[in-house]
């Protein structure tokens, strides 16, 4: 058997650490995307839980801008990136005004409207901690792709983000289970349609 030279040995070696730290990074990568899915849904049920108990819209408001503050925080921490309370108040401000200015609340009351048959005030609650509940979720996966991305939105800012995560929350089976899931979480019977 030949002998390696040093030369090689120290190729390989590299070669092996390269591979070590491409597995490592993608491990990591699947890690943080799991803890984040987590954070998204116990916040995407507190925020429905907190509008369906309370029917008063500006109080809703209220407690779903600090939820949204206190997720921003801890998706933050996933990333290990370091956010103030106001930092991460400023974030949840800009992705509000992203879904005004896009008619998001508007097009998610809609969808959600159109996925139940409105029944009277029960559904008309349910269909607002539906959209609420939508709405953290995209706003979730929108600041896990900030934060991934080393605090930056990227090519087209917070915008394309925000339509790029709508855009895949939209896909209809997706949207079927997450209404499925929220109203088992919600514990509310659908509508017959």
Same mark, same amino acid.
């Given at each position: ?10 190729? $390989? ?6 591979? !070590? ?9 699947? +890690? ?25 819209? !500006? ?14 925080? /801890? ?6 990136? =370091? ?13 509000? =005004? ?11 009351? +809609? ?10 005030? !029960? ?21 896990? /792709?900030?934060?991934?991305? +080393? ?15 709508? $855009? ?12 499925? =899931?929220?109203? $088992? ?9």
């Amino acid at each position: 058997m030949a002998t390696q030279t040093p030369d090689l040995i120290a190729d $390989n070696i590299l070669l092996q650490c390269q591979s !070590l730290t491409t597995e490592a990074r993608s491990v990591l990568s699947q +890690q943080r995307e799991q803890l984040t899915q987590q954070i998204i849904d116990r916040y995407q049920w507190i925020v429905a839980g907190a509008v369906v108990a309370n029917p008063i819209p !500006l109080a809703d408001f209220l407690a779903t801008a600090a939820v949204h503050t206190q997720m921003v925080m /801890e998706i933050a921490q996933v990333y290990d990136c =370091q956010i103030s309370r106001e930092d991460s108040q400023s974030l949840v401000k800009s992705i509000i =005004q992203t879904f005004t200015a896009l008619g998001m609340t508007k097009t998610v009351l +809609q969808i959600m409207s159109m996925t139940l048959n409105p029944l009277g005030i !029960l559904v008309k609650t349910t269909i607002g901690g539906l959209t609420a509940a939508y709405l953290t979720r995209i706003a979730g996966r929108s600041f896990q /792709e900030y934060f991934a991305h +080393q605090e930056n939105w990227g090519d087209g800012g917070i915008s394309k983000v925000v339509e790029r995560q709508f $855009n895949l929350a939209q896909k209809e089976e997706l949207l079927q289970t997450f209404v499925q =899931q929220t109203l $088992n979480h919600l514990k509310i019977k659908p509508p017959s349609i």
